[in-house]
């Protein structure tokens, strides 16, 4: 069976909707499958994992509501037959564009965070994020809903870590920031600015910069001023070990949570838009992050590094929040068969 994932990563939209997709073409593999991305990426490092993978690849010049786009879509599953699916991720993906696809009889999975389409033509509907049972989707009879922690998808990087018990100390000094693969409004710079004025002995920290992220020239001359260590990291391949080495994270609400979620970092939380200050509440309402805004960071940061007691109870309840099977779970479904 072929999975055909329809996805774009660029530096105005970040990478999240490409990860997840990434995440679930590797489950999908290692099921044995095959994986064709269609995509108008041009980030050259992911679209080399891709290529590492041995998915197969089809690149748009521009993506929907280019023509071109459904049309490629449409002939590539042809191709593939009636047993494949399609996966679609991302906004600019409308009713119409799922209702031709439903209308040519093919199967089809949306991801979809928001439930911003006056109708959802898709056979399944993913939706990993808390609080996603409480959100109505106006679909079709024959689809089903995929919804909460169940189906977290997260990369095979993650998934084959060996977990250690996490040592929590007494004031957590190593702080590793990670503000997306495209990090739009340099939310990075911002936080170890910010961070100058933080009370925190022998504090040290990382910055994990995406591929998506052009400002790196900037980041490096406030890195390079910066009274304490601070180490830029761009695109590394360790990513679960960088993670791993850190006593707490600075994230921008996004993909990036469940991956400091399933290796039990303690994190706080910003919020790159207002959109995101739904997700984060959620997180918090559960205890598994801490919500901040960048003008409170100071004091929040200098507080949580000092209350191990509070950053134990964060790491233990994001370790058994989810168990990172949701690709396998929804690869199960999808081999099951139609669901219209």
Known sequence: MTLIIRTDASTQIGI???IRCFALAQAWRDQGGQVVF????????????LKTEGFFLHQLDLPY?????LDLTLQLLNSAGRDSWLVLDGYH?????????KEQGYCLLAIDDTAHLPTYWADLILNQNLGSEEIVYHRQPYSKLLLGSRYILIRREFTSWEKKERIIPTTACKILITMGGGDTKNLSSQVIQVLQGA???EMECKVLVGPANTHISS??????????????LIDPPNVPEIMCWADLAIAAAGSVCWELAYLGVPSVLLAPTLNHWQFIAQLQQNNLFLGCKIDDLVRQVTQITRQREERDELSRNCLSFFDGKGGIRICELLIGGRHD
Request: charged content about 30%; glycine content about 4%; overall charge neutral.
């Open 199 to 201: 009370d925190i002995p």
């Open 16 to 18: 999240g909707h490409f």
């Open 93 to 101: 993906f409308d009713s119409f564009y799922q209702r031709q696809i």
């Open 65 to 69: 509501p280019d023509e071109k786009d």
């Open 219 to 232: 980041l490096k001359k406030v890195a390079k001023g910066s009274e304490f260590p601070v180490q830029l």
């Open 38 to 49: 269609i995509t108008s990426c041009k980030i050259d490092s992911l679209l080399n994992k």
